[in-house]
């Protein structure tokens, strides 16, 4: 019987938990001091540009990074039979972490970050070395977790190890080129590039092979089946390594960019549909004999309300690098809401997910409360269609407005437009978004403190006995 070192797990999930809220409740401030009463509480460190960095930083780093990062130390070693390579190592990595990324994200408003969007991170707060800190531990970690895999015990490799070696790989060359090489290149368009392509693939390839190794894992282990297709799931992890690192430039389209890497990406970002299919088909066949466990378990439906958000996004984002989509949707609400429904419709849901298959088990108690982890579903769901169609439907109605042009037949036409239509009556037409914008994040942050205390219970409590739990069911 295999003994699993599961403290390094503890040591990062627990505190990633409290960071899920943190970020949130920055959120939703910004929802609200910076869009429906603008600076209603005014200050040096409080306005938009400081306090959104942290925002990000928070959701990102310290709460998804982080949450995953937890997870894989779980189900890593539970897949290759054999315990962490080095528990020592873990726990230092961890610590290291926790300290690097605490102290930067929150000295952004002290304005030291950088001004590169989700490569913020600062080389240096006073004495600390952040960002060197920083990717001492991602080595760390790096090192770990390969080793884990290559001392298994288990020769045959689940597809979420699969999934876990690339995000080791893409991961470290992701960060490096966001948080080093963006500085190698020269000043100017070279450098909006690299910055684009580590603004995507910080989703696509950091944040989807850690989501989608957590889903292909807990969903067998939750509804109790075999995944439905290994060859399928394959399939789709090896069209994410030949696709996404292509996609970033559809962020620049119409830019002063090479029109060939405009289309390139373009090409590539209709591709998507591959891995994604993959996905998406592979999780919904897996429970198509199992569907009675989706309203009996809210992990199973956070893992397939995820796998519903997945196609969207995926959706939403090759239609937003066509031309003539591009033209109505950049830099408006709708690449916001893309974002979101990513990283948090998505990537969330299945760490969530896999946070209430893992908990119980490092703990060895039942969870706390099944009801509450119901709320919590429906609650997240009550907030979430809000928040997403409000950032998705304003964004593409944002975009209208500025594409006034249309009405016209030359680009003299279009300029006068824009003269004629200044930009605070756009601002005049976005409140009302922005107001189920607000509402939708108040829920689910509240949602989400319901799972905190869930989950707090559970780890601090003693589980109640089977007997006592019975008599309060029948107990009037």
Not at 50 to 63: D, E, F, S, Y
Not at 173 to 189: A, D, K, M
Request: glycine share 6%; with cysteine.
């Amino acid at each position: 019987m295999v003994k699993y070192e599961d403290l390094p797990v503890k040591l990062m999930l627990y505190p990633a938990i409290f960071f899920m809220i943190m970020g949130m409740t920055v959120g939703v401030f910004i929802a609200f001091n910076g869009f429906l009463f603008p600076d209603y509480f005014a200050g040096e460190y409080v306005h938009f540009g400081r306090v959104r960095p942290v925002h990000v930083g928070t959701v990102t780093l310290l709460w998804l990074l982080s949450a995953d990062i937890g997870l894989i130390y779980y189900f890593v070693p539970r897949l290759c039979g054999v315990p962490i390579w080095s528990k020592p190592i873990a726990c230092l990595s961890a610590g290291l972490w926790w300290l690097a990324l605490v102290i930067g994200v929150y000295s952004y408003p002290f304005g030291t970050n950088f001004g590169w969007e989700y490569a913020e991170l600062p080389n240096w707060v006073s004495i600390v070395p952040t960002k060197a800190i920083t990717t001492l531990a991602w080595v760390l970690v790096v090192i770990n977790i390969l080793m884990t895999i290559a001392t298994r015990k288990y020769e045959k490799m689940y597809v979420s190890l699969w999934y876990t070696m690339g995000t080791m790989i893409w991961t470290t060359f992701t960060f490096i080129t966001g948080s080093y090489g963006i500085n190698w290149v020269p000043e100017g368009i070279s450098r909006v590039n690299v910055s684009f392509f580590y603004v995507h693939n910080l989703v696509g390839l950091i944040f989807t092979p850690m989501g989608l190794a957590a889903a292909y894992y807990f969903l067998p282990k939750l509804a109790n089946t075999p995944i439905y297709s290994h060859k399928l799931s394959m399939v789709g992890f090896w069209s994410i390594a030949f696709v996404y690192a292509w996609i970033g430039s559809h962020h620049i389209i119409h830019g002063p960019v090479s029109q060939w890497l405009q289309t390139t990406s373009i090409v590539f970002s209709l591709w998507l549909f591959i891995p994604v299919w993959t996905v998406v088909t592979n999780l919904f066949a897996t429970l198509k004999d199992q569907w009675a466990q989706y309203s009996q378990s809210a992990p199973i439906r956070f893992l397939m309300m995820g796998n519903i958000f997945y196609l969207l996004t995926c959706i939403q984002g090759p239609l937003m690098a066509l031309r003539n989509i591009n033209e109505i949707t950049s830099k408006t609400d709708w690449v916001i809401g893309h974002s979101h429904i990513s990283l948090y419709g998505t990537f969330t849901f299945f760490a969530i997910a896999g946070i209430y298959q893992a908990i119980p088990v490092i703990t060895n108690k039942p969870l706390w409360s099944k009801r509450l982890a119901n709320w919590h579903f429906t609650l997240n769901m009550l907030g979430s269609v809000p928040f997403l169609l409000a950032l998705w439907v304003g964004g593409f109605w944002q975009g209208m407005l500025w594409s006034t042009w249309a009405n016209g037949t030359s680009y003299a036409t279009f300029h006068n437009n824009l003269t004629m239509m200044t930009f605070i009556d756009t601002i005049a037409e976005m409140h009302p978004f922005w107001v189920l914008r607000a509402v939708g994040g108040v829920i689910i942050l509240f949602a989400n403190i319901l799972f905190v205390v869930n989950i707090f219970n559970t780890i601090v409590l003693k589980p109640v006995p089977a007997m006592k739990r019975a008599e309060a069911k029948v107990t009037p």
